[in-house]
């Protein structure tokens, strides 16, 4: 499986930005999509995940109310929409698949960086 991370950039404080993983290869095995974020000396972050059958959600609370992750099926993408960015948002936002039953994420995109200027 590859998955390939687009659409970071900069954008100011309040404002929105989508960020997209479109994954190929033995996309079939893949149970759970997921969204994470790293800054400069800080751990990396879990920020949202969605099912890839069902789309259940689940945010981190740092981001909730506030991103929203969505999948196209037919396009094998993930999607990240964040709005109201502040910024703390500011980091390498990753994407990233986990295979059914696996605890871990196996699968990971390179990483886009989004940048929220004050």
């Known amino acids: 499986v590859q998955l390939q991370a687009s659409g970071g950039g900069v954008v100011q404080a309040g404002g929105s930005m989508r960020v997209s993983c479109e994954a190929s290869g033995r996309t079939g095995s893949i149970h759970t999509m997921g969204w994470f974020r790293q800054t400069p000396g800080k751990e990396t972050e879990f920020v949202a995940s969605i099912t890839w059958s069902g789309g259940t959600t689940h945010y981190a609370d740092s981001v909730k109310g506030r991103f929203t992750i969505s999948r196209d099926s037919a396009k094998n993408t993930v999607y990240l929409q964040m709005n109201s960015l502040n910024a703390e948002d500011t980091a390498v936002y990753y994407c990233?698949?986990?295979?059914?039953?696996?605890?871990?994420?196996?699968?990971w995109g390179q990483g886009t960086l989004v940048t929220v200027s004050s």
């Open positions: 990233a698949g986990k295979r059914m039953g696996r605890s871990s994420y196996g699968y």
